[in-house]
DNA sequence: TTGATATATGTCAGATATGACATATATTTA
DNA sequence: TAAATATATGTCATATCTGACATATATCAA
């Protein structure tokens, strides 16, 4: 895993203090973060074709624009319960998120 | 939709009272508890493959039998993360995650 | 039957996620 | 440039999820 991947998960509260523990980080973590990723990068990607804020995504979202952020930047205090009702809020459809997860 | 599904949604705590208030599960909502559905049908069938009691795949999960019960019962209090993480430590990988939800 | 094992259901205290807010920092526009 | 708009970051009260436990109900073997 390279070095800038570490910087990013920690940056987003991914608990990964040193090369040690990052290596514990379980396989099945590892992915469950990397799935997370992926579709908050699908979200960005959805929300900048519809042209809209992130302030107006929330609104549509009921939700608030530092959520939006947070979702879009892969913190770790989004789940993936969320991302996936904001991408359906969006237009995904199940099978598009399952394309995205194909990778 | 079926009656017979409404009947499972409602037992496993998906608030859907009545056939109207049932029509205003959104889209979107709707989308998700079946995709919820889908990983806990899929979450059972494994666990079988496996030939483990859900007090053996709790152990394996450092959870307990009661909420794997709930896992594959598709109870509403029960989220996609934890499904997830489930499935993929029962050695899911990402891509297989992704065919289940192609349906 | 009966006892043993597996699964289902209800509850709850503690853990985690949520929207909301304030505010910092970019980015765009005039 | 400066002002306006957009995005990022930190915090918090409330809501929701979690493992654990008790206990009910199946399922199966003797």
């Not at 396989?27 to 960005?44: D, F, V």
């Not at 624009?65 to 809020?89: F, I, N, P």
């Amino acid at each position: 895993m390279k070095k800038s991947k570490k910087n990013i998960l920690e940056k987003n509260g991914w608990k990964v203090s040193n090369a040690d523990e990052f290596l514990k980080l379980s396989a099945e973590e590892s992915a469950l973060i990397e799935m997370k990723l992926t579709l908050s990068q699908n979200l960005r990607q959805l929300r900048l074709k519809r042209n809209l804020s992130q302030k107006e995504l929330a609104a549509l979202l009921e939700s608030s624009q530092s959520r939006v952020a947070k979702m879009e930047a892969g913190d770790s205090s989004v789940t993936l319960d969320l991302l996936l009702r904001s991408l359906l809020s969006l237009g995904s459809s199940r099978k598009a998120i399952a394309k995205m997860l194909e990778q």
